[in-house]
């Protein structure tokens, strides 16, 4: 499975963006799929999961209330809108699955699939 991201770029503090992810193949419904980020000198982070199968999304505190993950099952892409975009969001997003992970209401563990990851700068 190849997972490739799309729609980083640099806005201002306040600013919207949407993240695209999209998958070189179908998968089946338990796969579960998610965004992370890692900011320089930081540990990559799980923000957001979304899982069909279970009917479950999870949000890093860190982004609930701005960012929503959704998935068109139909074009086989997973997206990230993120919303009231601010300086401390700037990283490297990347869009991961997995067939095992779990998505629920706790932290997100590494996935097994990843992207090469998205750049994205939030500045005024």
């Known amino acids: 499975l190849q997972l490739v991201e799309s729609g980083g770029g640099l806005v201002q503090p306040g600013e919207s963006l949407t993240l695209s992810c999209a998958a070189s193949?179908?998968?089946?419904?338990?796969?579960?799929y998610g965004w992370f980020r890692q900011a320089p000198g930081k540990e990559r982070e799980g923000i957001s999961c979304?899982?069909?199968?279970?009917?479950?999304?999870y949000y890093a505190d860190s982004v609930k209330g701005r960012f929503t993950i959704s998935r068109d099952a139909a074009k086989n892409t997973l997206y990230l809108q993120m919303n009231n975009l601010q300086p401390e969001d700037t990283a490297v997003y990347y869009c991961?699955?997995?067939?095992?992970?779990?998505?629920?209401?706790?932290?997100?563990?590494?996935?097994?699939?990843w992207g090469q990851g998205t750049q994205v700068n939030v500045s005024s």
């Open positions: 991961a699955s997995d067939p095992l992970r779990p998505c629920g209401n706790y932290p997100m563990s590494p996935y097994l699939y």
């Open positions: 193949e179908f998968t089946a419904s338990y796969y579960v």
């Open positions: 979304l899982s069909l199968s279970q009917g479950s999304t």
